[in-house]
Each structure stands twice: as C-alpha cells, then as structure tokens.
C-alpha cells in the first residue's frame, strides 16, 4: 500500500524553464511534507517542506505548492538548472517517521 | 560543521554473516533514523531511536534485525544472518531534540550493503 506516490519516474525539461515535480498522497493523518534531492551514491539532501496547514512555500528557484483536498503537492523548480539533475524524492510525515516516494529523475537539458 | 556519518560506506557479506552498520548523528542532534532503499525503489523507514530508547520499530522486520543508540557513541543497526534479500542502501537521519520530528532529517550518505 503505497501512501506516497510519485507517478512520473523521469523527467527532462530545457534549462531555464519551468520544471514540475508531483506527488500524491493517502494519509490524512502526514503533517508534515518535504523534498529532497538525491544524487547517485549520496544521501538525500532536503531541499524544502510545507505544514499541513499552508498551501504555499517558496525558498529562492524553489516553490512548493500543496492542495490537502486532493492530497496532491508539487515542487516547482524555476528557472531550472543543469545543476539540478538528480532524483527528486517527496516524503510526508507523521509522528517523526517519513514516508517517502518512488522519485522522479530530473534532467535539465543545457 | 561534519554532518551525518556512516560507516563503512560499502559492506560486502556473504550469507549467514553478520552486517553492522553504524551512524554518528549530526552534533547535537539526539534523534536518529534508519532507512532502507531497495533498488528503484524510494527510502523506506525501519526504525526511530533517540538515546537509549526506541520510539518507533515499525518498519523493522521482526527478526534478525535489530538497533540501538547507546548513551556514547554511535547508533548501530545489526542485521544477523544476512540473505541475499538484504542488499541494499543503508540510510541514517538525524534530527535536532525538540518535538520529534519537527525539524527536517538530515541524511548520511548510506551504507551500500552486499549479501553474496
């Protein structure tokens, strides 16, 4: 039973444009959401998250938007970058556990 | 300013063996948390440890796994009688203390674990 879904495994947008990054979830009972980037052989490194009680959080390029009632949050990456190539992952929380997504490679084509 | 370490990056056993895998939180941080990654798969949670106490083991399999974070040093996951089906990433977060889980896990870089 996976409570958190991430639907599209790749990605490829054109460096500075838009990119959009989604993912669904099941649970009502996550609090908490947040991003992380993950090259090869590294750990994930988060990136930015949202409470359960707001529906908009920017940091800088970065901009993540959640809808609680169709349990649906997207990251968005603007403008995207070469340097931004790496598998994005989306986690929700709840009572300190994550719960992570499959991921979505992301290529930036220069 | 060191973050998340782990050790040893790459384990290679055979089946039968013991794996141990260990992790020293971020300074100050008193919780940990351990994640497996299976190959194309995303992180999935095992358990969640503050010192001397396990709060959370529900994503642990009922055997042969098991983990701690003593009062000193470092938090260690022990896998016994590896199979074949435990190959995989390895990851420990850390987290400041606080209300659990309030602030974002900070990762290691994984312990890539090789049953032959």
């Known amino acids: 039973d996976q409570q958190v879904k991430q639907n599209s495994p790749s990605l490829s947008v054109q460096e500075g444009r838009i990119s959009i990054l989604n993912c669904d979830y099941t649970?009502?009972?996550?609090?908490?959401f947040l991003w992380y980037k993950k090259y090869p052989a590294e750990g994930p490194t988060f990136l930015i998250s949202i409470s359960s009680i707001k529906d908009k959080n920017e940091d800088g390029r970065f901009t993540v938007f959640l809808n609680k009632s169709a349990k649906h949050l997207s990251l968005h990456i603007v403008p995207s970058q070469p340097g931004d190539s790496a598998v994005y992952f989306c986690a929700a929380r709840n009572r300190g556990q994550l719960t992570f997504g499959s991921g979505t490679q992301l290529t930036v084509l220069p | 300013n060191a973050g998340v370490m782990q050790n040893p990056r790459h384990l290679v056993r055979r089946r039968g063996q013991e794996a141990r895998l260990r992790c020293s939180p971020m300074?100050?941080?008193?919780?940990v948390y351990w994640y497996r990654q299976l190959p194309e798969e995303g992180l999935k949670f095992m358990v969640y440890?503050?010192?001397?106490?396990?709060?959370?083991e529900s994503g642990m399999p009922k055997e042969r796994f098991s983990a701690e974070f003593p009062k000193e040093g470092p938090s260690i996951l022990r896998i016994q009688q590896v199979v074949r089906g435990d190959s995989a990433a390895y990851f420990c977060?850390?987290?400041?203390?606080?209300?659990?889980?309030?602030?974002?896990?900070?990762f290691g870089p994984g312990t890539r674990l090789t049953v032959l």
């Open positions: 440890l503050q010192k001397e106490n396990i709060i959370d």
């Open positions: 649970n009502s009972m996550f609090d908490y």
């Open positions: 300074k100050g941080h008193s919780h």
């Open positions: 977060a850390s987290s400041p203390p606080g209300l659990a889980g309030v602030n974002e896990q900070f």
